[in-house]
């Protein structure tokens, strides 16, 4: 069977660092994509957010000393999960998201960042790919 999503975006915000009531952290952040329809001679552009959770230490640890800020182009590779739960009035309420946790998902910027701490603006070596768990 085979589970795998791969999407080129912009991030919707910076990225988040969560911790999980067991203390494993854990980053979430949106992407958006983009798709375009001719209706005559208009043409119709439409987004799609993308709720994506990077569940990887690896990667966790590499969006802790850089987070990804909003706007930022990025590719993403993982896996999507549908979930459910309910809300404040009871009702079931479904979501999907991407999920970057195994082997083969990755999470990468596809343009240069600035280095936290080098204060020259120009980024350090390596910089730009998560580190493998």
Aim: hydrophobic share 30%.
């Amino acid at each position: 069977m085979l589970n795998k999503v791969q999407l080129i975006g912009n991030t919707g915000a910076d990225s988040e660092i969560r911790s999980t009531a067991n203390g494993k952290k854990y980053a979430t952040l949106r992407v958006a994509t983009g798709r375009y329809a001719k209706k005559g001679d208009e043409r119709c552009d439409y987004t799609t957010w993308h709720q994506i959770e990077i569940w990887s230490p690896g990667t966790v640890k590499w969006l802790e000393g850089r987070a990804l800020p909003k706007g930022a182009k990025v590719y993403v590779e993982g896996e999507i999960r549908h979930e459910q739960y309910l809300d404040k009035d009871g009702q079931k309420r479904f979501f999907s998201k991407v999920v970057i946790a195994g082997p083969g998902h990755e999470l990468k910027a596809l343009e240069r960042l600035s280095a936290p701490d080098s204060g020259t603006g120009e980024p350090e070596p390596g910089a730009f790919e998560p580190q493998e768990p």
